[in-house]
T-cell receptor, first 111, second 114 residues
């Protein structure tokens, strides 16, 4: 069973600082890894999908890296803004494409 | 772009009542699933479906039923609501192709059982 860990559980940074969010997983035989954002009381919004064959994926200020051999993915958010405050979740699909989720990292960006 | 639509958004039930949470997707995805999200527990899989007519249990299926009569719809039924089922419920659909998959989520149903 895929075990997914996200550290830290919470992060508070001043506006403009770069954010580094970590996701670790135990089974390196993966299809891909998906990063989601969740605002309080809202659903999950997909941010980035990084394929198992890729080392990184970029979208605007977001960059996700993937190292299957070490079972790690890192989400970088450049020049953070208060609007980046949210919970960030990583998830990996397994058999029958069922997702295994990390517990999330709650980010607060202070103005 | 409807994507995955869940109804209702909020619901309060009394213990013992039954209800159905609706989920519909318009992306022709084969895979659909239901998760519940609880503080400190993360997202846990309740039931899932790999296609019309096929359903299976996830991690926490007790107290819930599902059916998948069409590709588009995947309702979740609470048979006899209990306070332990107070949670936020998310429906997701996924496509698969060329060795990859991507999941899309609905906005959630916040359920309180009193």
């Amino acid at each position: 069973k895929q075990e997914v860990t996200q550290i830290p559980a919470a992060l508070s940074v001043p506006e403009g600082e770069n954010l580094v969010l970590n996701c670790s997983f135990t089974d390196s035989a993966i299809y891909n890894l998906q990063w989601f954002r969740q605002d309080p009381g809202k659903g999950l919004t997909s941010l980035l999908l990084i394929q198992s064959s890729q080392r990184e994926q970029t979208s605007g200020r977001l960059n996700a890296s993937l190292d299957k051999s070490s079972g790690r993915s890192t989400l970088y958010i450049a020049a953070s803004q208060p609007g980046d405050s949210a919970t960030y979740l990583c998830a990996l699909p397994g058999d029958d494409y069922k997702l295994s989720f990390g517990a999330g990292t709650t980010v607060t960006v202070r103005a | 772009n409807a994507g995955v639509t869940q109804t209702p958004k909020f619901q309060v039930l009394k213990t013992g009542q039954s209800m159905t949470l609706q989920c519909a997707q318009d992306m022709n995805h084969e895979y659909m699933s239901w998760y519940r999200q609880d503080p400190g527990m993360g997202l846990r899989l309740i039931h899932y479906s790999v296609g019309a007519g096929i359903t299976d249990q996830g991690e926490v299926p007790n107290g819930y039923n599902v059916s998948r009569s069409t590709t588009e719809d995947f309702p979740l039924r609470l048979l006899s609501a209990a306070p332990s089922q107070t949670s936020v419920y998310f429906c997701a659909s996924s496509y698969s192709g060329q060795g990859t998959t991507e999941a899309f989520f609905g906005q959630g149903t916040r359920l309180t059982v009193v």
